[in-house]
């Protein structure tokens, strides 16, 4: 996508037929002033060796859980890694990770430069301002169905929502990536999403 910028694609182990997004979600990995940061990541099958071998010839030094149901597999990472990792005060009950991350919150600024967000919905969600490649990332506020990049509908979303994410757009991105559907948008797609009717389950 960008230097020092890439995703990979993994079915999610709890998706169902009932779900309301595709079985395939995104995972990131970026590096940034001499850090490297794998963002809400799934971890791929053992023999997946394109995928390991890049994770493990540059080693995350950091693993980042955006929000509170997309802990996937920060444990294995930091297991594996001996990484740092940050995440949200709160959790599932059930969905709560081993490791005790340390806390991710608007305004913090992560190893590597990367900012954290504020996207209108409180604490349920920290998108992350990559600096270095002029990207957002995003665990659920955005979205992708038929096409186009879509606000994740919520309570609060003209009050709170689109202000918070309208905000962003102070900031110089260029791409956006978010989890569910299509991974990859530009900054006019972000922009057209901001005036689109949000996505409901």
């Given at each position: 996508?960008?230097?020092?910028?890439?995703?990979?694609?993994?079915?999610?182990?709890?998706?169902?037929?009932?779900?309301?997004?595709?079985?395939?979600?995104?995972?990131?990995?970026?590096?940034?002033?001499?850090?490297?940061?794998?963002?809400?990541?799934?971890?791929?099958?053992?023999?997946?060796?394109?995928?390991?071998?890049?994770?493990?010839?540059?080693?995350?030094?950091?693993?980042?859980?955006?929000?509170?149901?997309?802990?996937?597999?920060?444990?294995?990472?930091?297991g594996?890694?001996?990484?740092?990792?940050?995440?949200?005060?709160?959790?599932?009950?059930?969905?709560?990770?081993?490791?005790?991350?340390?806390?991710?919150?608007?305004?913090?600024?992560?190893?590597?430069?990367?900012?954290?967000?504020?996207?209108?919905?409180?604490?349920?969600?920290?998108?992350?301002?990559?600096?270095?490649?002029?990207?957002?990332?995003?665990?659920?506020?955005?979205?992708?169905r038929?096409?186009?990049?879509?606000?994740w509908?919520?309570?609060?979303?003209?009050?709170?929502?689109?202000?918070?994410?309208?905000?962003?757009?102070?900031?110089?991105?260029?791409h956006?990536?978010?989890?569910?559907?299509?991974?990859?948008?530009?900054?006019?797609?972000?922009?057209?999403?901001?005036?689109?009717?949000?996505?409901?389950?």
């Open positions: 996508m960008a230097p020092g910028l890439w995703i990979w694609r993994l079915e999610h182990p709890s998706w169902g037929p009932t779900s309301s997004w595709d079985p395939s979600v995104t995972s990131t990995c970026v590096e940034s002033r001499g850090e490297v940061l794998v963002l809400d990541a799934l971890a791929p099958p053992e023999d997946a060796q394109e995928v390991w071998g890049r994770l493990d010839a540059n080693a995350p030094s950091v693993a980042v859980v955006l929000k509170p149901d997309h802990v996937r597999d920060v444990d294995l990472f930091v594996r890694y001996s990484c740092r990792a940050f995440g949200p005060w709160l959790f599932f009950r059930g969905d709560a990770p081993e490791t005790e991350l340390e806390d991710l919150e608007p305004g913090v600024e992560l190893p590597g430069g990367l900012l954290a967000l504020y996207d209108g919905r409180y604490r349920m969600e920290t998108p992350l301002w990559l600096p270095e490649q002029r990207a957002l990332v995003f665990a659920d506020a955005l979205t992708e038929d096409g186009r990049l879509l606000v509908g919520s309570r609060g979303h003209e009050n709170r929502v689109l202000p918070a994410l309208r905000k962003m757009l102070e900031l110089p991105f260029e956006v990536i978010v989890s569910h559907g299509e991974p990859v948008h530009d900054r006019s797609a972000f922009e057209r999403a901001l005036d689109l009717p949000p996505f409901r389950e």
